[in-house]
């Protein structure tokens, strides 16, 4: 994955575009999460599935999905965890 600098992910060659379903994803999570807990959600999700914003892709979503709920389960409501896995379904096209 792409290190992250002023608030963005970089992909690995130095470029400053995000995939799409990557981007997606963290827009989807930043109206709930705040910017800085969004990506670190992104990472979190982008590791468990061993993937880079540039790979992770609409077959990962099952999985994103799972890894949003257990990552947001600890500090939200579950009524919280589903309206984010709505958004992100909506945001990502899926």
Do not use: N, W
Request: overall charge negative; charged content about 20%; aromatic content about 6%.
């Amino acid at each position: 994955m792409g290190a992250v600098r002023s608030g963005s992910f970089y992909p690995a060659d130095g470029g400053v575009h995000l995939a799409r379903v990557a981007d997606s994803v963290l827009a989807a999570l930043k109206p709930f999460l705040g910017e800085t807990v969004s990506q670190y959600c992104l990472r979190t999700i982008l590791v468990s599935l061993d993937r880079t914003a540039e790979t992770l892709s609409l077959e990962d979503m099952p999985h994103v999905e799972g890894i949003t709920r257990a990552f947001v389960a600890r500090v939200l409501p579950k009524a919280s965890a589903d309206a984010i896995v709505e958004a992100i379904r909506r945001e990502v096209g899926s």
